[in-house]
T-cell receptor, first 114, second 115 residues
Framework: GESVGLHLPTLSVQEGDNSIINCAYS??????FIWYKQESGKGPQFIID?????DKRQGQRVTVLLNKTVKHLSLQIAATQPGDSAVYFC?????????????FGQGTILTVHP | GAVVSQHPSRVICKSGTSVKIECRSL??????MFWYRQFPKQSLMLMAT?????????EQGVEKDKFLINHASLTLSTLTVTSAHPEDSSFYIC???????????FGPGTRLTVL
């Protein structure tokens, strides 16, 4: 089901460091996962996705790792920049469900200090 | 590519009035669009799933008569908040699913404030 939290986890890093944001999911039937970035007052922005037949996928400065055994997803951001400061959400879909409804994690606030 | 727009971006209305929010997929066709609501510092809460040419599917606890959804074409869905009250004040976000895949692309959101 959905995770809704009043107090989002936070992660503070220095500019240039690598960031790792974690997400646990509960539905073992989920087979498609997406990371979104949401800046204040804006809609979520697609970052990277991964399907359940993969363990790792890389993009530009970002890597997503999927561990299906423990139902864990992580987003790694290399050489974090101040512009990366935002709330990051993982989302899961069981593509067999009707219309591909997304289930969102609670989100993590990333703050990058210059 | 994969741009979703919302209009208006911000709206202030009086209690008791109705407000319509539009969601458009600009460069792709979306057989399915989703409407979310988000409170400050919280995750997105799915309100309803909108399919072109059919009735929307509402999540549990969401009043379908209060939040009217119309998906008249493959690129446009509208959400109408009827008889708005201050507790309806929130950030409303739509997403559109490209008919060719599973990825959802989000609009920029609409900030609704009901006085």
């Amino acid at each position: 089901g959905e995770s809704v939290g009043l107090h989002l986890p936070t992660l503070s890093v220095q500019e240039g460091d690598n960031s790792i944001i974690n997400c646990a999911y509960s539905n073992s039937a989920s087979d498609y996962f997406i990371w979104y970035k949401q800046e204040s007052g804006k809609g979520p922005q697609f970052i990277i996705d991964i399907r359940s037949n993969m363990d790792k996928r890389q993009g530009q400065r970002v890597t997503v790792l999927l561990n299906k055994t423990v139902k864990h997803l992580s987003l790694q951001i290399a050489a974090t920049q101040p512009g990366d400061s935002a709330v990051y959400f993982c989302a899961e879909i069981s593509t067999g469900t009707s219309y591909g409804k997304l289930t969102f994690g609670q989100g993590t606030i990333l703050t990058v200090h210059p | 590519g994969a741009v979703v727009s919302q209009h208006p971006s911000r709206v202030i209305c009086k209690s008791g009035t109705s407000v319509k929010i539009e969601c458009r997929s600009l460069d792709f066709q979306a057989t399915t669009m989703f409407w979310y609501r988000q409170f400050p510092k919280q995750s997105l809460m799915l309100m309803a799933t909108s399919n072109e040419g059919s009735k929307a599917t509402y999540e549990q606890g969401v009043e379908k008569d209060k939040f009217l959804i119309n998906h008249a074409s493959l690129t446009l869905s509208t959400l109408t908040v009827t008889s708005a009250h201050p507790e309806d004040s929130s950030f409303y976000i739509c997403s559109a699913r490209d008919y060719r895949g599973d990825t959802q692309y989000f609009g920029p959101g609409t900030r609704l404030t009901v006085l």
